[in-house]
Nanobody
Framework: QVQLVESGGGAVQAGGSLRVSCAVSVNIYTLNCVGWFRQSPGKAREGVAYKTTAGENARYVASEKGRFSTTRDAATNTVDLQMDSITPDDTGVYYC????????????????WGRGTPVNVSS
């Protein structure tokens, strides 16, 4: 059974940085892609980034390009999302998800989900 656990969320001031981490319970190479999703208050869940487990490809939603980046550590089976120049619009619960299929920013493409970690950005 694949389990994902997010960590690293919390309170941060606008303009700062925050790193959230996704720990995967299995060998990360048994999966093809890990995605990061955000659910902001009153909004639908949206994809913000994904990274192939092989590490060669990553994609970010247009609004986050240049501010968000992802790293993968195969030794610890973790995929991190680094958020810089953070704004109040980044407030929400951040979820990581994994799939053995193609990478996508579409949440419906992902089979395995964590429970989320909250991020609260104050202005």
């Amino acid at each position: 059974q694949v389990q994902l656990v997010e960590s690293g969320g919390g309170a941060v001031q606008a303009g700062g940085s925050l790193r959230v981490s996704c720990a995967v319970s299995v060998n990360i190479y048994t999966l093809n892609c890990v995605g990061w999703f955000r659910q902001s208050p009153g909004k639908a869940r949206e994809g913000v980034a994904y990274k192939t487990t092989a590490g060669e490809n990553a994609r970010y939603v247009a609004s986050e390009k240049g501010r968000f980046s992802t790293t993968r550590d195969a030794a610890t089976n973790t995929v991190d999302l680094q958020m810089d120049s953070i704004t109040p619009d980044d407030t929400g619960v951040y979820y990581c998800a994994a799939t053995k299929g193609p990478c996508s920013l579409d949440a419906n493409r992902y089979t395995y989900w964590g429970r989320g970690t909250p991020v609260n950005v104050s202005s």
